[in-house]
């Protein structure tokens, strides 16, 4: 069974400055992984995702991650942050088979300070 | 292209009152749909899941209980419902195409049971 691990639960930071999320997964098999965001009071939206190929992924709103197999992590990145930023951030993991359920971890509150 | 619809946005209810959440989908047929709930600090815990008509798995014991009766229609219900049971309600769809398991949400329920 796979499981998911952010490892920060809250993360402020100042507008224009860098953000790194953090996410750790645990699997016996091969997993794609997905960022989601999740603004207030609303569902989920994908963010970017990790199938197979190139390791560094970009995604919507200049997001980018890098899995990393040796450390099973694949971390959030952006470059400069506006204040439309701040939401939840969820780190999600399936297996190849899409046999089981997307796995969530329980998610990374970024705040944006202006 | 595929949407799902989740109603209602709030609901508040007393204690002991029963609930009826509905979710459909359009634009696929035969979709694995999934009702997770999202506690505050707690990530996105997985209720129930089907993968067809009539066809529900249950992750955790509960209060509540699902229903699928048509193709593309899930229903999370309670008969009795508990303070514990507040949380916002996240209903979902399960690709399993070529771009793996990535899943699809519809808006939530904010449910508040006073």
């Known amino acids: 069974a796979q499981s998911v691990t952010q490892l920060d639960s809250q993360v402020p930071v100042f507008e224009e400055a860098p953000v790194e999320l953090r996410c750790n997964y645990s699997s016996s098999v091969s997993v794609y992984l997905f960022w989601y965001v999740q603004y207030p009071n609303q569902g989920l939206q994908l963010l970017l995702k990790?199938?197979?190929?190139?390791?560094l992924v970009k995604g919507i709103n200049g997001f980018e991650a890098e899995f990393n197999k040796s450390q099973t992590s694949f971390h959030l990145r952006k470059p400069s942050v506006h204040i439309s930023d701040t939401a939840e951030y969820f780190c999600?993991?399936?297996?190849?088979?899409?046999?089981?359920?997307?796995?969530f971890g329980k998610g990374t509150r970024l705040s944006v300070i202006a | 292209s595929q949407t799902i619809h989740q109603w209602p946005a709030t609901l508040v209810q007393p204690v002991g009152s029963p609930l009826s959440l509905e979710c459909t989908v359009e634009g696929t047929s035969n979709p694995n749909l999934y009702w997770y709930r999202q506690a505050a600090g707690r990530g996105l815990q997985l209720l129930f899941y089907s993968v067809g008509i009539g066809q529900i798995s249950s992750e955790v014991p509960q209060n509540l209980s699902a229903s699928r009766p048509q193709d593309r229609q899930f229903i999370l219900s309670s008969k009795k419902l508990l303070l514990s049971d507040s949380g916002f309600y996240l209903c979902?769809?399960?690709?399993?195409?070529?771009?793996?398991?990535?899943?699809?949400f519809g808006q939530g329920t904010r449910l508040t049971v006073v």
């Open positions: 990790y199938l197979s190929g190139s390791t």
């Open positions: 999600a993991v399936s297996d190849h088979a899409g046999n089981t359920p997307l796995v």
């Open positions: 979902a769809w399960i690709s399993k195409g070529h771009g793996g398991a990535e899943a699809f």
